[in-house]
């Protein structure tokens, strides 16, 4: 399927995505204020980390390894249900880590004791996540985009009920459990619209491991783990910082600006989750891969600095619309994070790349550095510029992220470059007559 076909398929799960994420936002913005958002963004950080840790980083494994072995069943199936057995078991280890300890995760993440059942809630529902994530990468892998689409487009608009009816009943608590239990109600979705699909029958999701499988995927489980522990991490680190210097509303301020730059990328990120991961697993040859980057910068670069303009033309609107007027200090950020954010998707792009072409080292080091690094930064531009400091911070890391990662980019198409010489080097040599 081609990049701009799936744009347009995928246009329709980002959009549902944003309108019922922009809807979310103004029920937030009005029921808890810039203080209970910065909880809640406390709490999704953490849900992130406790969801990897349950097993979720297998999906990025899962998506490039059925795309890669696309014409070996057997071999997707080995894949798939030694996924599931190890993501299932690991989020019931999980889970009752998360119950025995829920007091201590609510005074420290939280700062609310009181707030402590809503990890009980998040254990109970890690199971279903787990399952629901690593269905969605097979579709993904598998490229059933109508599936992929359609179960997306569910699972956000039972998020949007979910996360509206518990917020106005119950608000800030009501939020939490909203976020910790709607990925795993869009499990149902999903089950139901593979139930006929010929390439998935659920009991090939069980049975015994497979050793080659679970080699296969070791790598590309700790890509995933390191890269849903790494940022998550810093993001809630910097959080809880500025909430200590600045104060909690200044910190809400930040969340706000962090997360409609989440909003806006959703048309690039998933693209490149739904297109660009599948398609590098199946490329073989540097020139096809050098030329699928290009493409792909051609078609996300402009789409950024297009809508960063257009955002940061029209900063005071949205704040007034998606927001409340409590949240129009964060009008200071739209500057600074709308650069760093048409910088970070050139690394996001090469990221994809890295994880294709299972870079498993390089991946590794650069998230938990740049990670580390993005926290250091703002601690210390924080310090001196207030909390304009963070979002420069996020500039200045995104630019130093992007040209690390392009080195590192050029340097696997270079070998990939060598490989295929060598190839048919040695294929000349054996096809050659032999002379007496």
Request: charged share 15%.
């Amino acid at each position: 399927m081609s990049l701009v076909r799936t744009s347009l398929l995928n246009g329709i799960v980002v959009a549902t995505r944003v309108l019922t994420a922009l809807v979310i936002n103004k029920v937030l913005a009005v029921f808890v204020g810039p203080s209970g958002y910065a909880i809640i963004g406390q709490f999704q950080n953490a849900i992130s980390v406790i969801v990897s840790l349950a097993g979720v980083g297998l999906g990025t494994g899962v998506t490039k390894s059925t795309a890669a072995h696309f014409d070996d069943e057997v071999r997707q199936k080995a894949i798939w249900r030694t996924a599931m057995i190890l993501a299932l078991a690991s989020s019931i280890c999980v889970g009752v880590a998360l119950v025995m300890f829920r007091g201590l995760l609510a005074d420290a993440l939280l700062h609310d004791g009181d707030m402590a059942g809503v990890f009980v809630w998040l254990a109970m529902g890690l199971p279903a996540i787990a399952a629901n994530n690593l269905l969605l990468a097979m579709t993904n892998g598998k490229k059933d985009v109508a599936v992929f689409v359609i179960a997306n487009v569910v699972g956000s608009l039972l998020i949007l009920v979910l996360a509206g009816a518990l917020t106005y009943y119950f608000n800030l608590f009501g939020a939490l459990v909203a976020f910790a239990v709607s990925p795993a109600v869009t499990l149902l979705a999903t089950a139901f619209l593979l139930r006929r699909r010929k390439w998935l029958r659920f009991r090939d999701l069980w049975g015994a491991l497979d050793r080659g499988a679970l080699r296969e995927l070791s790598g590309f489980a700790l890509m995933g783990l390191t890269s849903a522990l790494s940022m998550p991490t810093a993001l809630i680190l910097i959080r809880e910082m500025l909430s200590t210097t600045l104060g909690l509303s200044q910190a809400g301020y930040w969340q706000a600006s962090w997360r409609l730059s989440e909003v806006y990328l959703m048309l690039i990120t998933t693209t490149l989750a739904v297109y660009f991961l599948p398609r590098i697993a199946e490329i073989r040859q540097a020139r096809a891969l050098k030329s699928e980057i290009l493409k792909v910068f051609r078609l996300a670069i402009p789409v950024v600095i297009v809508s960063s303009i257009l955002i940061f033309l029209a900063r005071d609107l949205i704040i007034e619309v998606l927001f409340t007027a409590a949240f129009s200090p964060m009008r200071d950020l739209f500057g600074w994070q709308l650069l760093g954010d048409s910088i970070k998707i050139s690394g996001w792009i090469l990221g994809y790349v890295m994880l294709g072409r299972a870079m498993v080292r390089s991946y590794v080091i650069t998230e938990v550095l740049f990670s580390a690094l993005f926290f250091g930064l703002s601690h210390v531009f924080v310090n001196s510029f207030g909390l304009q400091g963070v979002a420069m911070a996020f500039l200045v890391n995104s630019l130093l992220y992007v040209g690390v990662i392009a080195v590192l980019i050029r340097g696997e198409l270079k070998r990939m470059q060598i490989r295929e010489n060598q190839t048919l080097k040695d294929n000349g040599a054996s096809t050659s007559p032999i002379h007496s």
